[in-house]
């Protein structure tokens, strides 16, 4: 056992900043701790402070200093890098590229986008690919496919367990929840990028129904478009995998020095806006038969209409006959492959 003048002792070190002996009370006292299973806790209570009392001046600091990265600026600046150079940055982490393995896939040559009827003309016309905003498609996603699972395994070190909640309890005290930057994070993207939708099948019979019906199939030039395949699956990345990262930054803020927790800070936040993009690149096993690749441009990639400029090399056309000569004129005047679908034929 110990005794109560010895953990007296203990907290009359050097913690002098109150708000850190409070953030430290209050992370002891927490169900989390509490429930925590580990023998002789009242003894790891004084080993903890003592190593907190050694270390508080630094700990103090790198708080301080987060306080200031963790400035929307700075999120946005960081977050709307340039794009190749996040999600390549993601590519060491197995984890992440575990749940995104389609996302390499070499581009091919064609895609194609199947129009309904009411837009066929105009899109034809326009030689664009209309595209929604990554807000749209996040809602949109989230909504059809299924909740997150698979996080991984947290610490199991029962100082920095505490030592993390201790610096997350004194940030909440600035003003300053890093597991909210998420929120943060998802708007700079939201207002930043836009996302076509585009399938490597050609002549998809679920895709005509859906979206083509007595429209066209438009093949696409693709070798010069940033694009990249989703990936089918049932068990996506756990959105906490992020919020991890931070605590254990948290951790760091021990015995790194402020150069250093600057460049984990900006790390962290790379992370958090590859895998918010990145999730733009996963759907459900079900959705597999659209073969689908996306299109991923900033704002100054789409005209006020949200339309993207794409090279049409070919239409595969189901129109009714009067739309579908129309078609054909406007095609033949600007080099393009008009043809009915097989099967569709006009006589």
Known sequence: MVNNSKLKEALQGEISDKALRAAFTDVWNSKTVQEYEIEDKQKKKIEIIQRINKSSRNILKNVAHLKKLASKRRIKKNVAADLDDLIDKTSDDEYVTGCYSSYYTPKPEKLYKYVKYEYALRTVKGSYLHCGTAEYYRLKDENENKAFVGKPKETDDFYQLVLSEVVSKLLERRNVSLDEKTGQIQKVLDNLYYIGCLSDDPDSHALWNKFGGSGVCIEIEAV????????????PIDPDYP???FRKLNEEVEYKSRDEVSKKFDQVLRMHANIELLNRYRKDDRWRYESEWRLLVDKHGVNESSNHPVKITKVV???PPDDHRELQNWCEKHHID??????YELY
Do not use: E
Not at 224 to 235: E, G, S, W
Not at 338 to 343: A, D, E, I, P, S
């Open 317 to 319: 056309s189901c129109l």
């Open 224 to 235: 010069n478009l940033n694009i990249h395949k989703i990936t089918y699956n049932d068990a």
């Open 243 to 245: 919020s991890m990262m």
């Open 338 to 343: 008009c043809v009915r679908r097989k099967g």
